[in-house]
């Protein structure tokens, strides 16, 4: 097997895959605006900052169970923020 640049993944992304990126980041952008404060602050630290969990718990002073809890709770938000978004773009699109 010949390893070039594709088999290596070293290739340049496409147009097509930096719009479709760049689409994904905006609507999840726009998702995560519109979760509750304290669920929205879980994503943006650890998702945004890159903070671990212990390191949101003390910043936020919440025991790490809250955190744990929370941001379960955030993802499970967004993954359904994201999938009625993508409904709604799929229904005004036929």
Do not use: F
Request: charged share 30%; net charge positive; hydrophobic share 40%.
């Amino acid at each position: 097997m010949v390893w070039d640049e594709r088999v290596l993944g070293l290739s340049s992304p496409g147009p097509e895959d930096v719009y479709q990126k760049r689409e994904l980041e905006s609507r999840t952008a726009l998702a995560i605006r519109d979760l509750p404060p304290q669920y929205k602050v879980l994503l943006v630290l650890r998702h945004g900052e890159g903070l671990s969990y212990q390191e949101i718990a003390d910043t936020l002073g919440l025991p790490m169970t809250v955190v744990k809890n929370r941001m379960y709770r955030a993802r499970r938000m967004l993954q359904q923020a994201l999938s009625s978004r993508l409904v709604m773009e799929r229904e005004v699109v036929t």
